[in-house]
C-alpha cells in the first residue's frame, strides 16, 4: 500500500504542519458525543437522494416541505398524546440519555442554583439551572435538562421533570 508520501509529498507536508486536532478524531480535545460529520452527511444524502436532480429553488421548497411533514406530525402527535401525558417521547427520550450520562458526573453546586460540573474525562461545565444554561449549549438550545444540569439537579435531590421547558408538553 502506498503512503501519503510517495502519493503526494507536498500533502504530507501540508498535513504535517496544521494541528492534528484540527483534522484528526483521534486528536480531537473534546467529547465527540456520537456524532460523526461523515455520517450526518450520508444521513442527509440519504434523504435528499431522489431531490437531488432538482434546481436549487425545487431543492430547497422540496425541504421546506418535508420539515414542515415532519413538524406537524410531531405536533399531532403531542396533542393526540392523550390524557395524563406531559410529555412528548422526544423530550422524554432525551432526559433520559441526559440521565444516563448525569450519574457519571460530579457536581460541587456554589448554591441551590449555579455550580461546575465535572465530567468522568475531567471537562468541566458551568450550570445555572435558574437561567436554564449549562457552558455545554445543549440546555438552552433545546430547553430540556443536559447531563450536566440533570448532574445538579439530582445533587440537590429535586425532580427533573419540571425542569423541562414549560412547551415541550404541547409540542
Not at 422526544?90 to 458526573?105: G, T, V, W, Y
Not at 457552558?135 to 450536566?148: K, L, Q, V
Request: hydrophobic letters at 40%.
Amino acid at each position: 500500500m502506498l503512503t501519503l508520501s510517495e502519493i503526494n509529498p507536498a500533502a504530507e507536508q501540508y498535513l504535517l504542519n496544521i494541528d492534528p486536532r484540527l483534522w484528526a478524531k483521534a486528536h480531537f480535545p473534546e467529547s465527540r458525543y456520537g456524532h460523526d460529520i461523515a455520517n450526518i452527511v450520508e444521513s442527509v444524502n440519504n434523504s435528499l437522494k431522489l431531490d437531488r436532480e432538482l434546481s436549487i429553488v425545487e431543492l430547497l421548497n422540496a425541504i421546506w416541505h418535508r420539515v414542515m411533514k415532519q413538524r406537524f406530525e410531531c405536533y399531532q402527535a403531542a396533542c393526540n398524546a392523550g390524557p395524563g401525558v406531559l410529555y412528548t417521547k422526544f423530550s422524554m427520550k432525551e432526559l433520559r440519555e441526559s440521565r444516563i450520562c448525569a450519574r457519571q458526573n460530579i457536581a460541587q453546586m456554589a448554591n441551590a442554583i449555579h455550580g461546575p460540573v465535572t465530567q468522568h474525562n475531567g471537562n468541566v461545565k458551568i450550570v445555572n439551572l435558574a437561567t436554564g444554561t449549562c457552558t455545554w449549549g445543549r440546555y438552552p438550545e433545546n430547553g430540556i435538562p443536559c447531563a450536566h444540569a440533570l448532574t445538579c439537579i439530582m445533587n440537590l435531590h429535586q425532580v427533573s421533570k419540571p425542569i423541562l421547558h414549560y412547551y415541550y408538553p404541547t409540542y
